[in-house]
């Protein structure tokens, strides 16, 4: 469902990724992990769309991806961000939100698709014509999780969608993100560095340092703290550390 | 020794309905040690912090039994007596040193402006102590990174230069209203270190708000954990797993573990507390 070969990415003088490569089955859930810098989040922006400046070869849902086919790209893969406050805009309802990418796609059915999708997120239904404001941090995520679901695409990209939700918020989110996946065989790419979060939620992972993959594993290897690399051990460490 | 000793805090808004209680009777007592308080958004935890240090804006109000802190009563305090106090005695790290540190000013000279302020020291003797308070929060050239702006640093640098600026003045109690959840799990560690050092050494009484109940446990003598504006619970180190209430409970295995293996996470039932 997603493959990336030979990534790189330079900003100026420096090399922010290596010749990255790995591959994402369909319905499968995979984590990029590693420290601020390590360049996880440029691996989605690189797929987003966000990032044109890469070379190598991407491909998501059998498409290969070139710079400059945003508007056929956003029916295969959308992003949910890290920041709830930050992503929604302020001045725009939950319908205006939710109901946007159906217009620039010419699709029918708005006002149906808007209200299937609140009851998918768990969003009462009154709640459609509030702004961003009236929503605590959780009820926002879910409504940037609706945001990426309403042109039903097959990839979700996630960043960090919860570290800036408290821990029971946190486990209500998480467990949405779970349950949609199960219920619309999603593909998930998570960019974390909370193991935990991986534990639950993925599959499979790799982990990052400096622009390069150091250890691909099953989340298996992660649960048991068994990584081969000394770094993933010491990942792992830290974590339990605090 | 008792550094500060607080019965029935409220700190109390005016809305829309009525006065609304963020904090609701509020009471503990800090000498030289850790303190933790725990507890989500809105739980009260950071309110209770500001009114220890006199910063809940108006048209907030707060009341007390009492408000002691070092045999002062700060409830009858003037707003220049505690601003004498602040910075000097009492003080608070914030937690995004992106939002908290003067961008067009150079570190080592926003460290120099508490100096300025609360103690008479030549310009030489600031510069010396500016280098040493960035030594012991253990930036490696403290020289170099004094003369840098808050843009030039990462976020783990500008936490401890924030740290820097508290405790250059050596205040006898420190508040760190979530000092590390800004910060990159790497480093999260180191800053607490810092506090951890500093506290020991220099015999300050620290308070540590997080929501992060397993940090906090990790990390600090006793714990206070707040709800809806009361506490809920007390409990001191290693006790964490013999919490009893069913919101302490509920925050804890709502926590995800590096094992996981439940298909689903325990959600707090709201309407059962």
Redesign the interface.
């Known amino acids: 469902m997603i493959r990336v070969s030979d990534l790189t990415v330079r900003f100026g003088q420096t090399t922010v990724l290596h010749n990255v490569s790995f591959s994402v089955t369909g319905g499968e859930s995979f984590a990029l992990v590693g420290?601020?810098g390590s360049g996880k989040s440029t691996i989605l922006k690189a797929l987003a769309g966000q990032i044109t400046n890469w070379s190598g070869a991407l491909e998501i849902a059998n498409e290969p991806l070139s710079p400059g086919k945003r508007a056929r790209l956003a029916r295969k893969v959308q992003m949910v961000f890290q920041d709830p406050y930050g992503s929604l805009h302020p001045r725009h309802s939950l319908d205006d939100t939710l109901s946007e990418p159906l217009i620039i796609h010419g699709l029918p059915d708005r006002d149906a698709r808007v209200l299937a999708m609140l009851d998918a997120v768990g969003l009462p239904r009154r709640f459609r014509f509030r702004l961003p404001h009236q929503l605590?941090?959780g009820q926002r995520q879910r409504v940037a999780i609706a945001r990426a679901l309403m042109l039903d695409p097959p990839v979700l990209l996630l960043d960090e969608p919860t570290s800036a939700l408290?821990?029971?918020?946190?486990?209500?989110i998480?467990?949405l993100l779970?349950g949609l996946r199960e219920e619309r065989q999603l593909t998930f790419l998570l960019v974390t560095?909370?193991?935990?979060?991986v534990?639950?939620l993925c599959d499979r992972l790799a982990i990052l340092k400096s622009g390069r993959i150091e250890e691909e594993a099953r989340v298996d290897a992660?649960?048991?703290?068994r990584f081969e690399t000394g770094y993933g051990q010491e990942l792992?460490k830290?974590?339990?550390?605090? | 020794m008792t550094l500060l000793k607080v019965d029935n805090l409220r700190v109390t808004f005016p809305s829309d309905h009525g006065p609304v209680d963020v904090v609701r009777g509020l009471s503990l007592t800090l000498g030289r040690e850790r303190l933790g308080i725990v507890g989500e958004s809105g739980s009260g935890k950071s309110m209770t912090g500001r009114a220890i240090l006199g910063l809940i804006p108006p048209p907030g109000s707060v009341t007390a039994d009492r408000l002691e802190f070092e045999g002062t009563d700060l409830r009858t305090l003037s707003e220049r007596r505690y601003r004498e106090l602040r910075g000097a005695r009492m003080s608070m790290v914030l937690q995004d040193p992106k939002f908290s540190l003067n961008p067009v000013i150079t570190i080592g000279d926003q460290i120099a402006e508490a100096l300025k302020v609360h103690r008479s020291l030549t310009a030489r003797q600031r510069r010396v102590r500016v280098l040493e308070v960035l030594e012991a929060v253990r930036i490696r050239d403290p020289k170099r990174v004094a003369r840098l702006y808050p843009n030039e640093i990462s976020g783990g640098m500008g936490q401890r230069v924030m740290i820097a600026m508290m405790v250059v003045l050596e205040p006898a109690l420190m508040i760190a209203d979530e000092p590390t959840s800004a910060l990159d799990v790497s480093v999260r560690g180191q800053v607490l270190d810092i506090l951890d050092d500093l506290v020991r050494r220099r015999g300050m009484g620290l308070i540590l708000i997080s929501h992060d109940l397993n940090t906090v446990a990790r990390w600090c003598d006793r714990i206070i954990v707040m709800y809806q504006g009361r506490v809920v619970e007390e409990l001191g180190t290693g006790q964490l797993e013999a919490a009893k209430h069913p919101y302490t409970r509920g925050l804890l295995s709502s926590v995800p573990r590096i094992d996981e293996t439940r298909d689903r996470l325990p959600v707090l039932n709201r309407s059962t507390l």
């Not at chain 1, 408290?166 to 209500?172: C, L, P, T």
């Not at chain 1, 992660?222 to 703290?225: C, D, E, F």
């Not at chain 1, 830290?238 to 605090?242: E, F």
């Open positions: 420290e601020s605590s941090g408290d821990v029971s918020v946190q486990a209500e998480l467990n779970k560095h909370d193991l935990p979060v534990s639950f992660l649960r048991a703290g792992v830290r974590s339990r550390d605090g």
